[in-house]
């Protein structure tokens, strides 16, 4: 696995539907959408989406290790990834967020970047 294989995107490069605030950046409010660089294939994903994914990666050990590494470490309470393949192109892709603990039972999810691998199949 080549580390030189997986990019980085900014938030605002890949979803749609992220809010600004003043002390806040691409917060997820409700749903956003992702689109796939490699293919364009378009994700819904949810406020509970980001909320369940934290801490858990459906990636193989050695691929996550790849990813860890390139994962870059954000100031805020705690902070997730939630990793998946597209369900097009078969990329490994990992959504980078911070999690702003808001009451004892609730958080704000900021987006801050994908992290994508190399399309493994073509459309
Ligand atoms: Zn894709």
Not at 21 to 46: E, L, S
Not at 64 to 87: N, W
Not at 104 to 109: P, S
Request: aromatic share 14%; with cysteine.
């Amino acid at each position: 696995m080549r580390s030189a294989a997986i990019d980085h995107f900014d938030a605002r490069a890949v979803f749609r539907g992220l809010l600004d605030g003043a002390d806040y950046r691409n917060r997820v409010a409700g749903t956003c959408i992702y689109r796939c660089p490699r293919c364009d294939h378009r994700i819904r994903f949810r406020w509970r989406s980001f909320y369940q994914a934290n801490g858990r990666s459906i990636f193989q050990r050695q691929l996550q290790r790849v990813f860890d590494d390139l994962t870059p470490g954000l100031p805020a309470d705690e902070q997730g990834f939630l990793d998946f393949y597209c369900p097009t192109c078969a990329a490994p892709t990992r959504i980078v967020f911070s999690a702003q603990d808001y009451t004892k039972i609730a958080y704000h999810f900021d987006i801050y970047a994908a992290l994508v691998g190399e399309a493994k199949r073509v459309k």
